[in-house]
C-alpha cells in the first residue's frame, strides 16, 4: 500500500522558513520522480516542484523559483521542501505526490503551512 506522510507546516511570519518532509512508502520510491503541490483556500491545485528519481534534475514553478528547494534522499526514502522568504501568498495545505509535474497521482494528506503577521 502506497502511504506518503507529509510533516513539518505551521504557522510562520513572512519572510520565514519552513522545512517540509515527506515519508514514502509501500512502492519502490528510487525509481519514481517525485512532486510537491499545494492547494491554497479556495483555489485549485498547483504544482510547486518536481524531482527527478535520481535527484539530479529539479524544477520549480515560477512563484517559487529561487525561494523553495526540493531534495529527496533515496536510503531514507523521503522527499523534502525547504521553504524560505515565504510570502503570505504561499498559504496553502502542502501535498507530497508521487510522480512528476504531469503524472503525479497518489499523494499524502498534506501539511498546513500558513504564513502571517
Known amino acids: 500500500e502506497v502511504q506518503l506522510v507529509e510533516s513539518g507546516g505551521g504557522l510562520v511570519r513572512p519572510g520565514g522558513s519552513l522545512r517540509l518532509s515527506c515519508a514514502a512508502s509501500?512502492?519502490?520510491?528510487?525509481?519514481?520522480?517525485m512532486s510537491w503541490v499545494r492547494q491554497a483556500p479556495g483555489k485549485g491545485l498547483e504544482w510547486v516542484s518536481t524531482?527527478?528519481?535520481?535527484?539530479?534534475?529539479?524544477y520549480y514553478a515560477d512563484s517559487v523559483n529561487g525561494r523553495f528547494t526540493i531534495f529527496r534522499d533515496n536510503a531514507k526514502n523521503t522527499l523534502d521542501l525547504q521553504l524560505n522568504s515565504l510570502r503570505t501568498e504561499d498559504t496553502a495545505m502542502y501535498y507530497c505526490?508521487?510522480?512528476?509535474?504531469?503524472?503525479?497521482?497518489?499523494r499524502g494528506q498534506g501539511t498546513q503551512v500558513t504564513v502571517s503577521s
Open positions: 524531482i527527478a528519481s535520481g535527484g539530479n534534475a529539479k
Open positions: 509501500g512502492f519502490p520510491f528510487s525509481t519514481y520522480a
Open positions: 505526490a508521487k510522480g512528476g509535474r504531469w503524472d503525479f497521482g497518489y
